[in-house]
């Protein structure tokens, strides 16, 4: 886990209850008799998240629907911290005062949770445009803004009109981004997206359920031609916003996936690759960096 990260100490369960009591309906116990929570049910990841949000970062509302995408907010938060990494290393480091740099950033797919905007403007202060394909995750998220004192000034939704566009039609004529960012659907279709609900619900110990009730909405799971497909276009596409975004970025989930991104990358020619490790409870991640 990033050395900046709030979450590297375990949670305090029992802190965390005071703040939403809810919690306390998902309590169990290890097998050597710790505190714990049962992670396998998707409404204790919510409450936790919930909780996390109110103690930690001063949100009055945050819900989103069954179905969609709840994302941990440890894991989500060290991918901010490695942004503002990269941008200490072009320049002055990011201020931690009040009289901060204006730092805007484009958070591609940014969901019902608005995790990332939410994330960035409380830790640093950021600017965000967040886009996405699906109105509801839009209205959930806008809520989310309109409901949370001082992200209405920070946060701007916008539609992604064209399902197939990653940049185009969201990147305005003359605007510019410090950074892009991105969590690409990993899957190629829906059965994947099972097949990995089903891993993932056995390796927590519990049966796999028929209608495997995993988060997330298709958007947001899978696309065609899965993650490096993704990938692939999102690289292309960059090319036509060279001069609009300091450093484009994307969560890579497997590493085979870097050589397809890195093929891609040499075609166009990209100026500078990074690729920025991610670790946290033994998952391993990266983040893919490129600018032109």
Known sequence: MHPRNRYRDPHDFRQLAEVVPEL??????????RLSLDFA?????????LALLKRDYGMKHWDIPEGNLCPGIPGRLDYVHLLADLLA?????VPETSERQRIRVLDVGVGASCIYPILGVREYGWEFVGSDVNDQSLRVAGAIVKFNPGLGKKITL??????????RGIIHEGEFFHLSMCNPPFYEDAAAARAAARRKWT???????????FGGQANELWTKGGE???LRRMIRESSDF??????FTTL???AGYLKIARQELDRIKAAEVKVLPMEQGGKKRRVLAWRY
């Open 158 to 167: 916008r539609k992604q009109p064209q399902a197939e566009s990653i940049f």
């Open 89 to 93: 290393g072009e320049g002055p480091q």
């Open 41 to 49: 049910d998707p409404m204790t990841v919510r409450r936790l998240n």
């Open 24 to 33: 306390k309906n998902h309590f169990t116990k290890t097998p050597d008799g």
């Open 252 to 254: 890579v989930s497997q």
């Open 228 to 230: 490096p497909a993704f």
């Open 242 to 247: 060279a001069t609009q975004v300091g450093w």
């Open 203 to 213: 390796k927590l110990g519990r049966a796999a359920s028929p209608t495997l009730n």
